[in-house]
């Protein structure tokens, strides 16, 4: 059986932050940065919190089932609300979506390329 990747996105908003709290978030602002976004194992946080309140986790997954990503979302949910609350952020209207690679629609060029294999 093959391995399946998967990318799960956590929104959420930060919720009833302090002044310290909002400062060390704005301090930190550059190392989460939306051009820094990847999908990773551990997690990646981005947010702006100078524009608006809201935030996003990314992470990547792997599975062997189509039915391993309902596991795979639990943990990423799970990760990301450890994470804000080991540093005191309230958060509210946590939500997530995921993705199974394997299941994603091919691009101009995948296609074209798999094509090219195929003759």
């Given amino acids: 059986m093959s391995m399946r990747t998967f990318r799960i996105t956590v929104r959420g908003v930060?919720?009833?932050?302090?002044?310290?709290?909002?400062?060390?978030?704005?301090?930190?602002?550059?190392?989460?940065?939306?051009?820094?976004?990847?999908?990773?194992?551990?997690?990646?946080?981005?947010?702006?919190?100078?524009?608006?309140?809201?935030?996003?986790?990314?992470?990547?997954?792997?599975?062997e089932e189509e039915e391993d990503i309902l596991e795979a979302t639990e943990q990423a949910e799970a990760a990301a609300e450890a994470w804000l609350t080991e540093r005191g952020y309230g958060f509210k209207n946590l939500r997530s979506s995921a993705e199974d690679l394997s299941q994603a629609p091919l691009s101009k060029r995948q296609r074209r390329a798999a094509r090219s294999t195929e003759a």
Avoid: K, M, N, W
């Fill in 14 to 63: 930060f919720d009833g932050l302090t002044e310290d709290q909002r400062a060390a978030l704005l301090a930190d602002a550059a190392a989460h940065d939306v051009l820094r976004a990847a999908f990773t194992p551990e997690g990646t946080l981005t947010y702006d919190i100078a524009a608006r309140p809201a935030f996003v986790f990314r992470f990547s997954a792997t599975g």
